[in-house]
């Protein structure tokens, strides 16, 4: 993508409505824009990392099992009267009356939805366990949205719903999601903790929230330092080894970690004072098991082996991605802009001509550039006629990871210079070690 072509619009001052660095760095970046309070546009750069966010999720929802759909974001109320709810959740949801005036809403998440689908198609135990999920918008009418996408009111979530025949299959399919999130947050670049936590609004009696911890979170933590040690799942973890997704479980569940709602004093004074961890977190995830909450009152049920109906045991278990790109900037950027992990940066590559019009750093430009592309390489190629220190400026601040800088001087030669993002080393080499370096 050439930069003389691409719609990022960078702004050069610090946003006054930005009370955080994710919000401030999102909005100089040309990554979104407010349209009105708690709702965004996302523009083509902000895009390009969400939907890099995204294709992780999905992968690690696959590889647990789960099995994509889409549901609508406007629902019935009479699918959340049926279930209790309607009138219980509160000013949050946003409700609505169509032309016929038919009570609506637009969904602040699915429960009772993907329970009438199940309801509507599984009749056995022997179509279970099943677990269905999607990513799609929600609305909750935030009494204060604030910190930018960080806290909106529209937003996007992937949510799965987990179907089971009995409380011990549920606990499994939760295990599984529990090592699905470890994987995805550890893909994004992300240390989270597990967080026992309150069920709140969506019910149960089991729940953990995922949390990085950050200065500007809301949520208070208190955990054991250990954390920070322990492994993260393996790519070929086997989501059907019942006894190896607990063990994994257990270790993680078995050091004291809460959120200021699940905080037990005694438990984290037992502690050795060394080793606790006292901070703010962002919750960049949440799993919920709820038994038959909703399969009870919506009458989900299946025969099972014995002949007999039986209510099925129901978990959710929910991802934020609008919520997760600026909570990788709070973890990682630096007084210049954002470091993107490469997992999710809106470009490998940003390409620097410091001369345009120069036949020597055209010509090497347009080699590297159509060279990474043809390897795979999303490149930015900033061909602006702007000056070197502005160029620079850009490029720290969208914090791709490898900047490619090509000026008359070295181009000369035959050379250009690397620069890594995160660390700031600098090396001069061949174009053909560059192409060997980054295509490779």
Same mark, same amino acid.
């Given at each position: 993508?050439?930069?003389?072509?691409?719609?990022?619009?960078?702004?050069?001052?610090?946003?006054?409505?930005?009370?955080?660095?994710?919000?401030?760095?999102?909005?100089?970046?040309?990554?979104?824009?407010?349209?009105?309070?708690?709702?965004?546009?996302?523009?083509?750069?902000?895009?390009?990392?969400?939907?890099?966010?995204?294709?992780?999720?999905?992968?690690?929802?696959?590889?647990?099992?789960?099995?994509?759909?889409?549901?609508?974001?406007?629902?019935?109320?009479?699918?959340?009267?049926?279930?209790?709810? !309607?009138?219980?959740?509160?000013?949050?949801?946003?409700?609505?009356?169509?032309?016929?005036?038919?009570?609506?809403?637009?969904?602040?998440?699915?429960?009772?939805?993907?329970?009438?689908? $199940?309801?509507? !198609?599984?009749?056995?135990?022997?179509?279970?366990?099943?677990?269905?999920?999607?990513?799609?918008?929600?609305?909750?009418?935030?009494?204060?949205?604030?910190?930018?996408?960080?806290?909106?009111?529209? $937003?996007?979530?992937?949510?799965?719903?987990?179907?089971?025949?009995?409380?011990?299959?549920?606990? #499994?399919?939760?295990?599984?999601?529990?090592?699905?999130?470890?994987?995805?947050?550890?893909?994004?670049?992300?240390?989270?903790?597990?967080?026992?936590?309150?069920?709140?609004?969506?019910?149960?009696?089991?729940?953990?929230?995922?949390?990085?911890?950050?200065?500007?979170?809301?949520?208070?933590?208190?955990?054991?330092?250990? $954390?920070?040690?322990?492994?993260?799942?393996?790519?070929?973890?086997?989501?059907?080894?019942?006894?190896?997704?607990?063990?994994?479980?257990?270790?993680?569940?078995?050091?004291?970690?809460?959120?200021?709602?699940?905080?037990?004093?005694?438990?984290?004074?037992?502690?050795?004072?060394? =080793?606790?961890?006292?901070?703010?977190?962002?919750?960049?995830? #949440?799993?919920?098991?709820?038994?038959?909450?909703?399969?009870?009152?919506?009458?989900?049920?299946?025969?099972?082996?014995?002949?007999?109906? #039986?209510?099925?045991?129901?978990?959710? !278990?929910?991802?934020?991605?609008?919520?997760?790109?600026?909570?990788?900037?709070?973890?990682?950027?630096?007084?210049?802009?954002?470091?993107?992990?490469?997992?999710?940066?809106?470009? =490998?590559?940003?390409?620097?001509?410091?001369?345009?019009?120069?036949?020597?750093?055209?010509?090497?430009?347009?080699?590297?550039?159509?060279?990474?592309?043809?390897?795979?390489?999303?490149?930015?190629?900033?061909?602006?006629?702007?000056?070197?220190?502005?160029?620079?400026?850009?490029?720290?601040?969208?914090?791709?990871?490898?900047?490619?800088?090509?000026?008359?001087?070295?181009?000369?030669?035959?050379?250009?210079?690397?620069?890594?993002?995160?660390?700031?080393?600098?090396?001069?080499?061949?174009?053909?070690?560059?192409?060997?370096?980054?295509?490779?």
């Amino acid at each position: 993508m050439r930069l003389s072509r691409y719609f990022m619009p960078i702004l050069k001052e610090n946003p006054k409505e930005a009370e955080i660095v994710s919000h401030r760095l999102m909005l100089r970046a040309g990554m979104i824009r407010q349209q009105s309070q708690g709702i965004y546009s996302w523009l083509p750069l902000g895009k390009r990392v969400l939907d890099k966010v995204n294709a992780i999720i999905r992968e690690e929802q696959n590889r647990s099992g789960a099995i994509e759909l889409l549901m609508p974001t406007l629902q019935s109320a009479e699918l959340w009267q049926e279930s209790g709810r !309607y009138d219980a959740y509160g000013k949050e949801m946003l409700r609505i009356k169509d032309r016929q005036d038919r009570p609506m809403l637009y969904g602040p998440t699915n429960e009772e939805m993907v329970t009438d689908i $199940f309801r509507s !198609y599984v009749r056995s135990y022997k179509s279970l366990p099943l677990n269905l999920y999607h990513i799609q918008l929600k609305f909750r009418d935030e009494i204060r949205p604030r910190f930018g996408t960080m806290r909106s009111r529209e $937003f996007l979530m992937k949510d799965a719903y987990s179907f089971d025949l009995t409380k011990e299959d549920a606990e #499994h399919s939760y295990r599984k999601m529990f090592a699905a999130y470890l994987r995805t947050f550890s893909r994004l670049g992300l240390r989270a903790i597990p967080m026992r936590a309150d069920t709140g609004p969506i019910g149960g009696n089991l729940s953990h929230e995922f949390i990085i911890l950050a200065d500007t979170g809301e949520s208070e933590v208190f955990s054991h330092k250990d $954390f920070v040690n322990f492994d993260i799942p393996a790519e070929d973890t086997d989501f059907d080894d019942v006894a190896g997704l607990k063990a994994i479980f257990e270790k993680w569940t078995s050091v004291y970690a809460a959120t200021s709602e699940m905080h037990d004093e005694a438990a984290f004074d037992a502690i050795p004072e060394a =080793d606790r961890l006292s901070a703010r977190g962002i919750e960049v995830g #949440h799993i919920f098991y709820f038994g038959t909450k909703y399969s009870e009152p919506m009458g989900a049920k299946v025969q099972g082996p014995d002949g007999k109906e #039986h209510l099925v045991h129901m978990g959710s !278990y929910g991802i934020g991605p609008t919520r997760l790109v600026p909570a990788i900037i709070e973890a990682s950027h630096d007084e210049n802009g954002i470091i993107w992990p490469a997992s999710v940066a809106p470009f =490998d590559v940003v390409l620097i001509n410091m001369k345009p019009g120069d036949e020597a750093c055209d010509r090497i430009c347009d080699d590297l550039y159509a060279g990474l592309a043809k390897a795979g390489r999303d490149v930015l190629y900033d061909d602006t006629d702007e000056r070197a220190g502005t160029k620079f400026a850009t490029a720290d601040l969208i914090g791709v990871p490898v900047q490619v800088i090509v000026g008359p001087r070295s181009a000369a030669s035959g050379e250009v210079e690397v620069k890594d993002r995160k660390t700031g080393v600098r090396d001069v080499l061949t174009v053909e070690a560059v192409m060997n370096r980054l295509a490779g």
